[in-house]
């Protein structure tokens, strides 16, 4: 009887361990962070967080977003700092800081492995913060964000998806990859639009423009693709008009046949007298590079002789197009239009050129220096 006692007795502890050691690995919490996959308890989430976030994923389901860090070290800025936008008396967070999700309506979140890439944190800037989403199967997006420079920061972007943090990249127009972020104006830089796109606004200190790119969501693939570009001297929102794809799908178009864009009507060969029925008197003559040139509103009719030699059956050698107000620089015409046939320097003109042929027709634009805007656009 002795022996079954102590027999008993040991088998009773040593349930009693198993059962400890399985109930400590499922809900023991610890006083620091852990690796990832570790759970960790709302209240203590709370306690260790120093930002939190409301995500909803794809599915609308709502999950909080807490970041923290186990080796966070606080201190005080001192003096004036305006090239990173900081305050004497700013507090300043730093640290290798982590997040955990936790489901709406659970008791326990859980560590992510994702690296947030983030070891400084200003509350007084808001410089981390959650773009909602405005339609059902896209998910909110989480923007982790550093500084880049006097006037942009640069945009990591996270979501919610099958439970867990993720990263979501940025790829261009052609699917070749754009980096794992990409860049925006520090304040209200970011705006969402319809079918899943998201634009970006930034200032471009070298050619004086605000460039606003737009990215559609590929939500499965956690993609960002480029769907856009537009340019323009205004901060202001664009809510009209065309961006660069489809104006420079416009011009390729109509340069294709010869044509002015938006007049198919208006193209290559027509003759001198034809030009005058159809566009009536121009507001002024002169004389360019290929020949006479008569100037419209927005664009010029270039003739094959000069004007002392015209006739009413001199033919339209080229197109001129004035669209400077446009505001294109040459890598936004190679982003839509790919590599151009040639680009070289023209001393005659002073400036470069950049052509484009399809068949027995092209597109040439013009521009001064490397870094300028383009100034003009011949179709010929």
Known sequence: MTYMKHHTKWAFLMILTLVTSVLSSLFFVSSTVGASGEQITADQLK?????????????????????????????????????????????????????????????????????????????????????????????????????????VNMIKTFVIQ????????????????????????????????????????????????????????????????????????IAAWPNSGVGNRAYLKSLKDAASKGQLPGRTDIKTGLT?????????????????????????????????????ELKSKSRVSVIELYNEKQYLSPDDIKLWLGKPSSEYYNEAVGGYEMIYKWGKHGIMFNYEEEDDLIDYTVIY
């Open 272 to 308: 001198l007298k034809t030009v005058q029925k159809k566009l009536g008197k121009p507001k002024s003559k002169s004389n360019g590079e290929w020949g006479a040139v008569y100037k419209y509103a927005n664009f010029g009719i270039g003739f094959d002789a000069y004007l002392h």
């Open 47 to 151: 306690q260790q967080s120093r930002l939190s976030f409301t995500l909803r994923d794809a599915q609308e389901t709502a999950y909080t977003v807490y970041i923290f860090a186990e080796d966070e070290e606080v201190s005080t800025l001192t003096e004036l700092d305006s090239w990173g936008d900081n305050n004497a008396g700013d507090v300043i967070y730093t640290g290798s800081y982590h997040a955990a999700i936790l489901k709406s309506g659970e008791a326990f979140g859980t560590v992510q492995h994702v690296n947030l890439e983030l070891d400084t944190i200003i509350l007084r800037q808001n410089s981390n913060f959650v773009v909602d989403s405005r339609e059902s199967g896209i998910p909110d997006l989480l923007m982790i964000t550093e500084w880049g420079s006097s006037n």
């Open 162 to 233: 099958s439970g867990e943090l993720k990263r979501v990249g940025y790829v261009l127009n052609d699917g070749k990859t754009g980096g794992d972020s990409t860049v925006a104006t520090r304040d209200q830089g970011i705006r969402t639009l319809s079918d899943g796109r998201v634009q970006f606004r930034y200032y471009n200190n070298v050619q004086g423009i605000y460039e606003f790119n737009t990215f559609k969501m590929n939500v499965n693939q956690l993609q960002m693709r480029l769907d856009d570009t537009r340019n323009q001297k």
